[in-house]
């Protein structure tokens, strides 16, 4: 029977949907065992959101204050240490499991698996390579444990209808002071997360400034959807970071997505081909986004997006 | 310190469209424009940016794969690297099996610093960082978009999910970039002449007596599910209506 371990993606306060979502796919693993190790330096608020996921079977704490924020380097040795008698490591795939699994993979002496996209059997897994234009079927070596990173816009969170025990965990591990944590600036805003944003409103290189963005921070704000942006809007400075959308951005699947002045590259198409509706308004009629959107409006976004914003009144 | 690795993978080229074979067995890469992958680049013109602001006397580049690796090394050389390392290995290595080879080099140079893409945009596996770091038993600091170096530490300003992370790592350590790190350099003509009298070391990787990791088996290769072309609509009204007959609003 497999057992499956999963470690629990949190800010310290509450868990990401990042971890429900990892719960999910685990759970298309025939009988599986999941438990959930949430690696805290409080444990009580996170380990009882875990333990409210269906499909969990126990939620496992270690409190340490080293644990206070997601180090890889100091989470690692803490996982291999707990993960003697799984057969399955499984962390999602934010910035939080790309930087952490493949460092536990490689003390456990296995590869990993990136980015499951769907489950074959106990060992096989789907799993998209070049920007999602080619979707892999890999299968693990059988003994050894496997580990692997769930792709988000692939699943749908679990439910919490559960009453999982919480047990504490004993960890003996050998935790490294080479590295250490300093800040984290983050945009917060009152928006949707982009990542679970049932409608996201996304602009790129066309808006041509910072300032014009506010046309469409305006209509999201109408829609009450997450903001993203594309690779090029990112790298010219007009948005930060955290909301590009794309091969190497996030990869989101919204009920809604509108693409605004985004010409659609290979690489920004992978970010969103899991969307329900795609809508794009570009004024280039022969911009590759026309080939995925399911809605076309050719024309000047600075135009359509206040119109349609005026509309939505 | 004295000297920096940095990792360059050979990729099919990121505007390419791949093709898959029509047996399913992999991607077609017969006559396929080939090049570093682009974090690769990033890489490397920030260890060269290090080594010109004198904070490092050599820039070391290593690749794994076949001969044909040669032309990515020489076009780092061509960059400005000092000289090239590449380990040979006929058939596809795997991640981890990368990662220990690698640390195989680290041990010989003892670099004080490696920076290496943070994913291959070919398999996008996005894993040889943290695994040699782990093996090396030293910091990593991945998703990297800013560098500061200050005697024997670094200060890593990290892309997150969420936001800007600043972490602080001893070195040695592992870096992997994000695309905001730096806007890799052009390569001049005089500069590919000068690469091809640059050092460029073979070595076979049965020579640097790596366990092989259990690979995993590569079962299919298929295309992903088409999206279905949709419709072309006027204006906002028809937009609105389109959008109401899907029921998105």
Partial sequence: MSKVLIIAEHDGQSLNQSTAKTVACAAEIPGASIDVLVLADSATAVAGEAARLDSVNRVLTVENAANANPLAAVLAPQVVALAAGYSHVFGPTTTFGKDLMPRVAALLGVNQISDVMAVVDSHTFKRPIYAGNVVLTVRAPQGPLVVATVRMASYQPVAGNNQAAIEKADCAAEIPSHTRYVDLKSGSTDRPDLQTAAKVVSGGRALASAENFKIIFELADKLGAGVGASRAAVDAGYVPNEMQVGQTGKIIAPDLYLAIGISGAIQHLTGIKDAGTIVAINKDAEAPIFEVADIGLVGDLFRIVPELTAALK | ????????????????????????????????????????????????????????????????????????????????????????????TSALSRARALLAIVNRESPGLVILGKQAIDNDNSQTGPMLAALWNRPQATFASKLELDANKARVVREVDVGLET???????????????????YVKLPDIMKAKKKPLEEIPLEDLGVATAPALEEVHFAPPAERQKGVMVDDVAGLIAALKAKGQL
């Fill in chain 2, 1 to 92: 310190m004295d000297k920096i690795l940095v990792g360059l993978k050979r990729v099919v080229d990121y505007n390419v469209r791949v093709r898959i074979k029509a047996d399913g067995t992999g991607v077609e890469t017969d006559g396929v424009k080939m090049s570093i992958n682009p974090f690769d680049e990033i890489a490397l013109e920030e260890a060269l940016r290090i080594k010109e602001r004198g904070d490092a006397t050599e820039v070391i580049v290593v690749s794994i794969g076949s001969s044909e690796a040669q032309q990515q090394l020489r076009t780092g050389l061509a960059m400005g690297a000092d000289r090239a390392i590449l380990i040979k290995a006929n058939q596809p």
């Fill in chain 2, 167 to 185: 972490i602080e790592i001893d070195l040695p350590a592992v870096i992997t970039t994000d695309l905001r790190l730096n806007e890799p350099r």
